[in-house]
């Protein structure tokens, strides 16, 4: 029987092709000559076989969900069959050879990949999952507060609405306009938010909506001068640009596995530093660090060793050059976006606050989601509409599958249709 402890690294390295990151060119670049830089070719003929992705459709909303590719999901199929062949011993036991084994060993993996230990990183089912376990595992007291923004997800926005109503929690909000992008001034408005009860500032590394990059770093140090914790979601950033949470200085980090990664649905990652554990107890710890703790109880096994497949890709490939083949693209959207006359770009120019998404809002005689779904049933491009209560637009998030032809193809639609 081959054994899940042999993971194939050969496998998944003769599994990737040129291609299949569509011409992505290698080597370290500093993100700020990321709009000059494009020296990508054209995808290839094999490109579209590592996908599922039906032939024609290009899927520029990574950021909502990643395409996984046939090399992961081929890894997360093995697993459920091994895990299959004797499940008790395979989802209980230790051995080396045991499905528990390897995933085990995508913390560790996964922990390398986030620069952190592996006995401070816990796998979930996804971003939401991981901010609700860091809200739910601390102790509050009535009227502390956490301060966020108003340009959250609700997946890193709901825990601390429930534990408001829960604990009698106050949450404030400083404003983000949507065409800000300005880090310095942001910081300056969340230090003059901080309150004695600040107990938590909460926050987006990448803001899902524009894209912005958010100054991590700096509010951590903030956090940190004035005793607070801060916590972070991780989704839009992880498998999209390099992120070490050590060099963050963050207490809690949460991602997903199904976006940027490219990973399984149903995935996800939780760093809480070792220095937080006394303040942020996960209840799946209860029983120790590790996966399939008796405290955690048995968890999606296969899912979690595709995970593991899907970091190994980006560990491969280089998060350098991932992202720079995300921000050249974007660069690419955003300079056409900008010559549409009835389009406003929010998203950031090319430059220290741009990422791989980019964002317009639309006229209001356009409504997004009949936009959205005619890009998709005319040319074949899937796009993501905003929430409404930000804005009535849209969003690209272009990633390692998508070329130049696919942005240039998704904007002839654009100006096709709004003209
Ligand atoms: C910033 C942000 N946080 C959280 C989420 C929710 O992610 P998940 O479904 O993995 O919980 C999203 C999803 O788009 C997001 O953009």
């Not at 993971?7 to 040129?18: C, K, P, V």
């Not at 649905?265 to 590790?290: C, F, M, N």
């Amino acid at each position: 029987m081959t054994s899940v402890a042999a993971d194939s690294r050969r496998r998944f390295i003769t599994g990737l092709s040129a291609a299949s990151i569509g011409g992505l060119a290698h080597g370290a670049v500093e993100p700020s000559h990321f709009g000059a830089a494009s020296s990508l070719a054209p995808a290839g003929p094999g490109f579209s076989s590592e996908y599922l992705l039906p032939p024609g459709v290009i899927h520029l909303n990574t950021a909502s969900l990643g395409a996984t590719p046939r090399v992961v999901l081929d890894r997360t199929l093995a697993a459920w069959r091994e895990l299959e062949s004797s499940p008790v011993l395979m989802a209980y036991g230790n051995a080396e050879n045991t499905v528990l084994s390897a995933a085990e060993r995508v913390r560790k993996r996964a922990a390398s990949f986030l620069g952190c230990e592996q006995n401070e990183l816990l796998i979930t089912r996804c971003t939401t999952d991981a901010m609700s376990i860091v809200a739910q595992g601390m102790r509050w007291t009535v009227g502390e507060r956490v301060l966020t923004t108003n340009r959250e997800h609700d997946g890193g926005s709901l825990c601390w609405e429930y534990i408001a109503q829960r604990h009698g929690v106050v949450v404030d909000r400083i404003p983000i306009a949507l065409d800000e992008h300005e880090s310095a001034t942001i910081v300056r408005r969340f230090a003059a938010a901080i309150t004695p009860a600040t107990r938590v500032i909460s926050v987006s590394h990448v803001i899902s909506c524009t894209g912005m990059r958010m100054p991590i770093a700096e509010i951590s140090a903030l956090a940190r001068e004035r005793g607070i914790l801060s916590v972070v979601d991780g989704a839009q950033a992880v498998g999209a640009i390099p992120v070490n949470v050590k060099a963050l200085r963050c207490h809690a980090y949460a991602t997903s596995g199904h976006k940027w990664l490219m990973g399984p649905k149903g995935t996800g990652l939780l760093y809480v530093s070792g220095e937080a554990s006394t303040a942020i107890q996960p209840i799946q710890w209860q029983d120790g660090h590790r996966y399939g703790a008796e405290s955690a109880g048995v968890g999606p096994q296969p899912l979690v060793i595709g995970l593991g497949a899907a970091i190994e890709r980006m560990q491969d490939l280089g998060m350098t050059a991932v992202e720079r083949h995300g921000v050249v693209l974007r660069n690419r959207a955003y300079e056409q976006l900008t010559q549409i006359k009835r389009l406003r770009v929010i998203s950031s120019p090319p430059g220290p606050s741009a990422t791989a998404i980019v964002a317009c809002v639309l006229p209001d005689d356009i409504d997004s989601m009949a936009l959205r779904d005619t890009l998709f049933a005319k040319h074949g491009v899937i796009v993501k509409m905003s929430e409404k209560r930000h804005f009535n637009g849209f969003r690209l998030s272009p990633h390692i599958l998508n070329s130049e032809t696919q942005i240039d193809a998704a904007l002839k639609a654009l100006r096709a249709e709004v003209g």
